[in-house]
Nanobody, 125 residues
Framework: QVHLVESGGGLVQPGDSLRLSCDASGFNLENFAIGWFRQAPGKEREGVIC???????YSADSVKGRYTTGRDDAKGTLYLQIDRLKPDDTAVYYC???????????????????WGQGTQVTVSS
């Protein structure tokens, strides 16, 4: 059974940092680009940052400089480091896997094959 399980979300204050994790199992992670999407209330789900199997990273302009991702295929894990959190970062964050052949589209939800269940990040003072 394929599983992507996010953890690390919670209630944080503006300016804080947060590190989310995603544990992947049940498929060959090496054949996939993996990354993070977020969905804020009333908004469409958007790709924010992803990383290909060879380490290439893609990110949305809105998060450049604050979001960092990395992967450890041997451990089946992915992380998202968010620095200088803003209220607009409030969303459910999902990890996702797209076939590596579509790595250049890994911020596009239409290419996602596997989704995690999401973890809530709330940024509020």
């Amino acid at each position: 059974q394929v599983h992507l399980v996010e953890s690390g979300g919670g209630l944080v204050q503006p300016g804080d940092s947060l590190r989310l994790s995603c544990d992947a199992s049940g498929f060959n992670l090496e054949n996939f680009a993996i990354g993070w999407f977020r969905q804020a209330p009333g908004k469409e789900r958007e790709g924010v940052i992803c990383i290909g199997s060879r380490g290439s990273t893609y990110s949305a302009d809105s998060v450049k400089g604050r979001y960092t991702t990395g992967r450890d295929d041997a451990k089946g894990t992915l992380y998202l480091q968010i620095d200088r959190l803003k209220p607009d970062d409030t969303a459910v964050y999902y990890c996702a896997a797209s076939p590596q052949i579509f790595v250049n589209r890994c911020l596009n939800s239409n290419y996602v094959q596997y989704w995690g269940q999401g973890t809530q990040v709330t940024v509020s003072s």
